[in-house]
């Protein structure tokens, strides 16, 4: 789950993924208890519903240069994560290298690669397609949650993912574009789904607030890097820009990270996945009533098709 604005390392391959997705313990048997799994669903839907919300402010910072405002974006985040996991408990050791890759591998894909692809995809490629290949993020993860931790998939869950897919898209609408433009949005889709994968196996020993902290913390660098090399020269921000990076570093970042993070210490990625369709759907409706516009019929029925999806899914045992 990352923002919708924006050298990937090799992926970590699966057989060695597997083992560290397989479920804690201690988190299985949370997951089973009616509190914890109310809690991990509001925080996955306020994580989702945040974010697809904030769809008017992201757009007011698009025309600042991309790889720099990012690189401001998650420094801002970062100097607000990093004392909140210093005040954690002290881990028994320091990170092991395949925590440093994990992380590595988390900030490059879920964060700058997911950003730039998104950029590239929407270059050729309209936005509703763009989001309705993002908005398969809910059946990818209904897939390769489950193979990662070595378990069938829930044919329930697929299900719902199936409709949450479906309702997006008719929420987003239909456009065009062209095979570049759908390569891109693949490469944003499947970074989206990263996002989620490579923190699984990080949160039960680093916690959602050490491991938001820590990519981050790798996300500026690389997103230095990238405005170095870019030919759109970093400036001050205008006051409405200024606004909108406040907004999206402190609030967006940091807020949306924690209650995602925290949702997946509780509900797999598979049943967490499902609250991605609600990304579309409150981009569109608080669209809508911030331009006092009403809702198309296709609208209405692609929100209602992610609502009946997502209460299927939430009754998956």
């Given at each position: 789950?990352?923002d919708t604005?924006?050298?990937?390392?090799?992926?970590?391959?699966a057989?060695a993924?597997a083992?560290?997705l397989?479920p804690?313990?201690?988190?299985?048997a949370?997951s089973r208890?009616?509190?914890?799994h109310?809690?991990g669903t509001l925080?996955?839907?306020g994580?989702?519903t945040?974010?697809g919300?904030?769809?008017?402010?992201t757009?007011?910072?698009?025309?600042?240069?991309?790889?720099g405002?990012?690189?401001?974006?998650?420094t801002?985040?970062?100097a607000i994560?990093?004392p909140?996991?210093?005040?954690?408990?002290r881990?028994a050791?320091?990170?092991?290298?395949?925590?440093?890759?994990l992380?590595?591998?988390?900030?490059?894909t879920?964060?700058?690669g997911f950003?730039?692809?998104l950029?590239?995809?929407?270059?050729h490629?309209d936005?509703?397609v763009?989001?309705?290949v993002?908005?398969?993020t809910?059946?990818?993860l209904?897939?390769?949650?489950?193979l990662?931790?070595r378990?069938?998939p829930?044919?329930?869950?697929?299900?719902a993912?199936v409709?949450?897919?479906?309702?997006a898209?008719?929420t987003?609408?239909?456009?065009?574009?062209?095979?570049l433009?759908?390569?891109y949005?693949?490469g944003t889709?499947l970074?989206?789904?990263?996002?989620?994968?490579?923190?699984v196996p990080?949160l039960p020993?680093?916690?959602?607030v050490?491991v938001s902290?820590?990519?981050?913390l790798?996300?500026?660098p690389l997103?230095?890097?990238?405005?170095?090399?870019?030919?759109?020269?970093?400036?001050?921000p205008?006051?409405?820009?200024?606004?909108a990076?406040?907004?999206?570093?402190?609030?967006?970042?940091c807020g949306?990270?924690?209650?995602?993070?925290s949702?997946?210490?509780?509900?797999?990625?598979?049943?967490a996945g499902?609250?991605?369709?609600l990304i579309p759907?409150?981009?569109?409706l608080?669209?809508?009533a911030?331009t006092?516009t009403?809702?198309?019929p296709l609208q209405?029925l692609g929100?209602?098709l992610?609502?009946g999806?997502l209460?299927?899914?939430?009754?998956?045992?």
């Open positions: 789950m990352t604005t924006a050298s990937v390392p090799p992926p970590v391959p057989p993924l083992p560290a397989a804690v313990p201690a988190a299985a949370l208890g009616r509190s914890p109310l809690t925080r996955a839907a994580a989702m945040v974010l919300a904030s769809t008017g402010v757009a007011a910072f698009s025309s600042y240069p991309l790889a405002g990012q690189a401001l974006r998650y801002l985040a970062a994560l990093l909140l996991a210093r005040r954690r408990p881990l050791h320091r990170l092991t290298p395949r925590e440093l890759a992380l590595l591998a988390l900030s490059a879920g964060l700058f950003n730039l692809l950029v590239a995809a929407l270059r490629t936005p509703a763009v989001g309705s993002v908005g398969c809910p059946l990818l209904g897939v390769a949650g489950p990662l931790a378990r069938r829930a044919a329930r869950l697929l299900a993912a409709l949450v897919v479906c309702g898209a008719l987003q609408g239909f456009g065009h574009g062209d095979a433009g759908l390569l949005a693949t889709l970074c989206e789904a990263a996002f989620s994968l490579l923190a990080l020993r680093l916690g959602p050490r902290a820590y990519t981050t790798l996300a500026v997103f230095a890097v990238a405005a170095a090399l870019s030919p759109a020269a970093l400036r001050m205008t006051g409405g820009e200024l606004l990076l406040l907004y999206l570093g402190p609030v967006l970042t949306a990270f924690l209650l995602w993070y949702a997946l210490t509780v509900l797999p990625a598979d049943r499902l609250f991605g369709g759907l409150t981009a569109t608080s669209g809508a911030l006092a009403a809702p198309t209405l929100a209602a992610v609502t999806a209460l299927f899914g939430a009754a998956a045992t």
